[in-house]
């Protein structure tokens, strides 16, 4: 039987969970399309993100904000030194997350070309890896290791789970188990088949979020109550994006809502995806703060109480992320 531990892996070390206040646990500080650094018309300027990142933290953390969770995994622009010192310049805690997917984002190097056609990496290779960077810290490629992963992350290809994405999958959940951390999944075109896949791999369920469940598709086939249901952690992690593959925030909130009266507001988890500094690709430029200063009027109007939201903020997110 697994202890709950009362700390969380932060790019500066454990810390107490009491110490982590609220949490948006779906964000991108550096978000670099893989081989993007390397294009010609594309500045990695580190003084400069370093700047615009800090400016976005301390108005998060003046808005209430205390621990921000970067689940871009590997390879994707994750700079786990410029992020300690945004930690220490900012007062914010951050969390950040080892995995990766889906499949059309993966370097060759996690592909077997002995075989025609090159087969994937075993769940247990990707387990290994991201494994590692929770026990051992995370890779500064070709450098060293720094701070330790404190969630594993991975998505899924959107168009359904590839053979590749189930390794990935599997292999989180994996290394889930092995270390104690937590796993965040971006669902492919099944919320309910993929949280399956991890949990075939005798995960407990409460240490999965499921994310992407305020898409549309996710709210017309009851995904969100579905996976309530089965103890695991629904994120509406676009909150504040209003476009043909998501639900509005007025519906967001009325989903929030109905998971609090049928008993799953400790499942709830918010965050907006947003994307601090984006290389290669268009970002999401919503502030961090604002499922606290735009979304949670919202749900005081649909009747939520304080003790609605700061569980959904502060509890469910810690609990969480505390090592097992």
Same mark, same amino acid.
């Given at each position: 039987m697994s202890v709950k531990s009362n700390t969380v892996n932060t790019v500066l070390g454990p810390v107490p969970t009491e110490q982590l206040g609220v949490v948006a646990v779906h964000e991108a500080l550096l978000s670099v399309v893989p081989g993007a650094e390397h294009a010609y018309d594309i500045t990695i300027d580190r003084a400069e993100i370093f700047e615009t990142l800090a400016a976005k933290l301390k108005d998060f953390r003046a808005h209430g904000g205390g621990t921000i969770v970067d689940s871009t995994g590997m390879f994707h622009g994750r700079d786990v030194r410029l992020y300690e010192a945004l930690s220490r310049t900012t007062g914010v805690?951050?969390?950040?997350?080892t995995g990766q997917g889906p499949e059309e984002l993966l370097g060759g190097?996690?592909?077997?070309?002995?075989?025609?056609?090159?087969?994937?990496?075993?769940?247990?290779?990707?387990?290994?890896?991201?494994?590692?960077?929770?026990?051992?810290?995370?890779?500064?490629?070709? *450098?060293?290791?720094?701070?330790?992963?404190?969630? @594993? /992350? $991975?998505? =899924?290809? %959107? &168009?359904?789970m590839t053979a590749t994405d189930e390794s990935l999958f599997r292999g989180a959940a994996r290394a889930a188990l092995s270390t104690g951390v937590a796993v965040s999944v971006r669902y492919g075109s099944d919320a309910v088949h993929d949280l399956d896949v991890v949990?075939?791999?005798?995960?407990?369920?409460?240490?999965?979020? *499921?994310?992407?469940?305020?898409?549309?598709?996710? @709210? /017309? $086939?009851? =995904?969100? %109550? &579905?996976?309530?249901?089965?103890?695991?952690?629904?994120?509406?992690?676009?909150?504040?994006?209003?476009?043909?593959?998501?639900?509005?925030?007025?519906?967001?909130?009325?989903?929030?809502?109905?998971?609090v009266r049928a008993g799953f507001g400790n499942r709830v988890l918010l965050s907006s995806n947003a994307t601090g500094v984006a290389k290669g690709h268009p970002g999401n430029d919503l502030p961090y703060s604002y499922v606290l200063t735009t979304f949670v009027p919202l749900l005081k109007a649909r009747g939520l109480s304080d003790e609605d939201t700061q569980r959904i903020l502060v509890e469910n997110p810690r609990d969480l992320l505390s090592t097992r």
């Open positions: 805690h951050i969390v950040a997350s190097y996690f592909l077997t070309p002995q075989t025609n056609p090159p087969t994937p990496w075993s769940a247990e290779k990707f387990a290994d890896l991201f494994a590692k960077e929770v026990t051992e810290g995370m890779v500064v490629p070709r *450098v060293e290791r720094r701070g330790a992963a404190g969630l @594993v /992350a $991975t998505t =899924a290809t %959107l &168009e359904g949990l075939d791999e005798k995960l407990p369920a409460d240490r999965v979020v *499921v994310g992407g469940l305020d898409r549309k598709d996710a @709210v /017309a $086939t009851d =995904a969100p %109550l &579905e996976i309530a249901r089965r103890g695991a952690h629904v994120a509406l992690d676009h909150v504040g994006v209003e476009d043909e593959a998501h639900i509005t925030d007025a519906e967001r909130a009325d989903l929030v809502a109905d998971l």
